[in-house]
């Protein structure tokens, strides 16, 4: 969990440094700057930690774009543009650091990675039995998320 939260505040500083420019400490390395990566590129972790959050952003865009044409209620439109916004953020940063983006050219309900593959049929497969088995995955989604 430890190294989680250190991972998502160094996400979160990413995203503060390449919305607003360079983040520097007065006087050089401050008592914070052991818990953050600051140097120009990314750790691995960072580099794997992106490429996932694209690919989990695009199974909670697919799964609520499935579900508005399944039960045409405006939440899961509504929902599935926040997570393409959610997508567009991360793809900025993997252009920003020269990544190959994991959802490439990937259709609706296709994944590279077979794990979030599993996730996203596991639960169409759920949702897709009723509007309230429907509304059971969103919550769960939006939980984990």
């Known amino acids: 969990m430890k190294h989680l939260c250190k991972f998502c505040v160094s996400i979160a500083i990413t995203l503060l440094i390449s919305t607003f420019g360079t983040l520097s400490f007065a006087g050089g390395a401050g008592p914070l700057q052991q818990y953050f990566h600051l140097e120009p590129g990314l750790s691995d972790e960072e580099i794997e930690g992106l490429m996932f959050m694209r690919e989990e952003e695009k199974v909670a865009r697919d799964v609520y774009t499935y579900f508005y044409e399944l039960y045409p ?6 929902i599935s543009r926040s997570e393409q916004w959610h997508m567009d953020q991360v793809l900025l940063l993997l252009n920003k650091y ?3 983006d994991p959802v490439g050219s990937n259709g609706y309900g296709e994944f590279t990675d077979l794990d979030l593959q599993a996730l996203y049929d596991y639960l169409i497969d759920i949702g897709s039995a009723d509007f309230i088995s429907a509304l059971y995955v969103g919550a769960l989604i939006e939980e984990v998320d």
């Open 98 to 100: 020269g990544l190959d």
């Open 73 to 78: 209620v405006p939440i899961y439109d509504n």
